[in-house]
């Protein structure tokens, strides 16, 4: 082979080269350009989004709980006619129960049902009293009566419960009113003033018809 055959032979070789490393290069690039596009770009603003959305929920908060109502346990004792008391059950199945309440060897003789008004522009309410003695001493206790919308009167386990306890030298304790509220107790007129001879107890609730007393209406007793 002359010399010019080899000059020619060797640059068409490097030539060659030449062309197989751009078309080499064109084929990363095209390949490049493509992973590009088939992988979008994520900005800030959708990195802190999902990241946000990932992170657990607030645990600090509250929770709101739904408390269950208290059922109402009232008893239909009586009801108004004509701004007199119409006793439905009879007042002598209220004395066991009163004696029952007072829990202290206290003997309960009277029951009733007792309307308290100041004056007549005034709401009226409505007391069951039981009337007792202990050691010689009057003693009285008072539960505060829910009026139903067509004037009947129930005694339910939530009534407050207040009594007046009196000694010897107090011979009759009972209570004070004001309004249509008890607001104290004290010695009929003319007897010792005082205040340790006529005590106000308060609680809140009763026991009164809760012991497995079961009320007979009078009703039921004429058809029994």
């Known amino acids: 082979m002359n010399s010019f055959s080899l000059y020619h032979y060797i640059s068409s070789a490097l030539n060659l080269r030449a062309v197989l490393l751009g078309l080499l290069g064109l084929m990363i690039t095209a390949s ?15 990195f802190v989004d999902n990241i946000e959305a990932m992170a657990p929920a607030d645990t600090t908060a509250e929770a709101e709980i739904a408390l269950p109502e208290k059922k109402y346990d009232g ?12 006793y439905i059950v009879p007042r002598e199945q209220l004395l066991q129960p009163f004696i029952l309440e007072f829990g202290d060897g206290t003997v309960v003789d009277k029951v009733m049902i007792r309307k308290v008004q100041e004056d007549k522009a005034s709401e009226p309410a409505y007391y069951v009293v039981g009337i007792g003695m202990l050691n010689g001493a009057f003693r009285s206790m008072a539960l505060q009566l829910d009026v139903a919308s067509d004037n009947s009167l129930y005694l339910s386990s939530q009534a ?3 009594i007046c306890n009196g000694n010897a030298t107090c ?3 009972y209570f004070n ?8 107790c004290s010695c009929e007129s003319g007897q010792s003033a005082d205040s340790s001879d006529c005590k106000q107890q ?3 609730g009763n026991m009164l018809l809760k012991r497995g007393v079961k009320l007979r209406r009078y009703r039921e007793l004429e058809e029994g």
């Open 32 to 46: 490049s350009c493509t992973n590009s596009e088939g992988i979008p770009e994520e900005s800030d603003t959708d």
């Open 75 to 86: 008893q239909l004792l009586a009801q108004v006619v004509f701004d007199s008391v119409d």
């Open 160 to 162: 407050t419960k207040f």
């Open 171 to 173: 011979g009759f304790c």
């Open 177 to 184: 009113f004001k309004g249509n509220k008890i607001v104290g």
């Open 202 to 204: 308060v609680s809140e």
